[in-house]
DNA sequence: TACCATTTACTTGTGCGCAATTGAATAATA
DNA sequence: TATTATTCAATTGCGCACAAGTAAATGGTA
C-alpha cells in the first residue's frame, strides 16, 4: 500500500499562499497613507483611474479594474459623496453611467503623487525584480481570465 | 513652469495593482473546486495548516496566515461547526485556544489533494516562473513586515 | 411591430479583512 | 504581595468582494 503523496498541499509549497498574503500587506501598508487622503484602497485605484482619465463610465471602470458592479457600485456612490466624482447617466445609452472626475478630485492627484515611491521602499525590491513581479503577476492574470472565458 | 510628473501614479506603473488583481483572480479560481469542499479560501488555508500540524494554537495560525483574529475567530467557527476542528481553550494557559484537527478534517485532505494541481495549471506559468514569483512575493512580504516592526 | 436576448447597473446576502475596543489570563516588577 | 504591563482572543463596526437575482434600456430578429 503506496503512501499518498499530500506534497502538494504543503502551503510552503503553494505560490498562492504569498501572493495572496503580500497582496493584502501591501493593501496594509497603503493604509497610513491613504488615510491622510480618507480613502481606502478600492477607491484610491478607482481615483487612478479617474486622474489619468477624467471621464470613464461604470462599465470601464468596472473591466478594468476587475471589479464586480457590487463592489464598484458602493465605491462609486462614496467617492462622489466625498466630491472627488460625479455620477450621471450618459444620454446616448440610458444604461450607462458615466463618471468624471470633480475639480475637488483633481486637487487630490497632488496630494497622493508622493505616495508610490513610499510604496516601493517598503516593498524593497530591485528594479529588476519590480518588472519581473509585474511581469509574473500580469501573465498569470491573463492566463486565468482566458480560462473564464 | 515645469509641469508636473505623474507617470508614478499611473496604473499601468504600479506592480501593485497586478499583484492585487492576480490575488483576488486566484481566489475566484479556487472557488469551483472549493465549493464542492464547502469551504471558501480562507478556511482553506487553515485548513492545509491543521492537514499539516493536526494541533495549533489559533495564536499560531493567525501569525503564519497572516490573518486578524477578527478574521480568524468566526473562520475557525465556522470550521468547528462543519466538524473538521475542534476548539478548545488550553489548560496550561486559559488564553490560548487550542485547535485540533477532527477525523472528519482528515478526510477532507483526500478530496483537496487534486485542487493545487488544478489552479497550476489555471495559472500557466512555466516551473522557473513560479519558483521566481514564489521568492518575489516572500522577499517582498518579508521586507514589508519589517517596516512594520 | 412584437418578442426575445443581451447589456448595464443595482440590490441583497454572506464572508473576508482589519482597526479599535474590551476582557480575561498571565507575566513582570516594585 | 500588590500593582502594572503584556498577551491572547473575542467583539463591533465599516468597507471590500462576489454570487445570485432583479430591473431597465438597448439590440436583434421573426
Redesign the pocket.
Known amino acids: 500500500m503506496k503512501k499518498k503523496n499530500y506534497d502538494s498541499l504543503k502551503l510552503s509549497n503553494q505560490v498562492c499562499f504569498p501572493l495572496?498574503a503580500c497582496s493584502?500587506?501591501l493593501?496594509?501598508q497603503y493604509?497610513p497613507f491613504l488615510k491622510e487622503l480618507d480613502l481606502?484602497?478600492?477607491?484610491y485605484?478607482v481615483m487612478m483611474v479617474m486622474w489619468e482619465n477624467e471621464v470613464a463610465?461604470?462599465?470601464?471602470?468596472?473591466e478594468y479594474?476587475?471589479?464586480?458592479?457590487?463592489?464598484?457600485?458602493?465605491?462609486?456612490?462614496?467617492l462622489e459623496q466625498a466630491s472627488y466624482i460625479s455620477?450621471e447617466?450618459?444620454a446616448?445609452?440610458?444604461?450607462?453611467?458615466?463618471i468624471k472626475l470633480t475639480d475637488e478630485g483633481r486637487k487630490l492627484k497632488d496630494r497622493a503623487v508622493h505616495i508610490p515611491p513610499c510604496i516601493a521602499e517598503c516593498m524593497g525590491l530591485t528594479m529588476d525584480e519590480f518588472r519581473a513581479l509585474y511581469e509574473l503577476t500580469y501573465k498569470a492574470l491573463r492566463n486565468m481570465e482566458e480560462k473564464n472565458n
Not at 479594474?65 to 462614496?78: A, F, I, M, N, S
Open positions: 495572496y493584502k500587506e493593501v496594509r493604509g481606502t484602497y478600492t477607491q485605484i463610465s461604470s462599465r470601464e471602470l468596472a479594474l476587475h471589479l464586480d458592479y457590487g463592489t464598484l457600485t458602493p465605491v462609486l456612490k462614496r455620477r447617466r450618459s446616448e445609452d440610458e444604461r450607462l453611467l458615466t
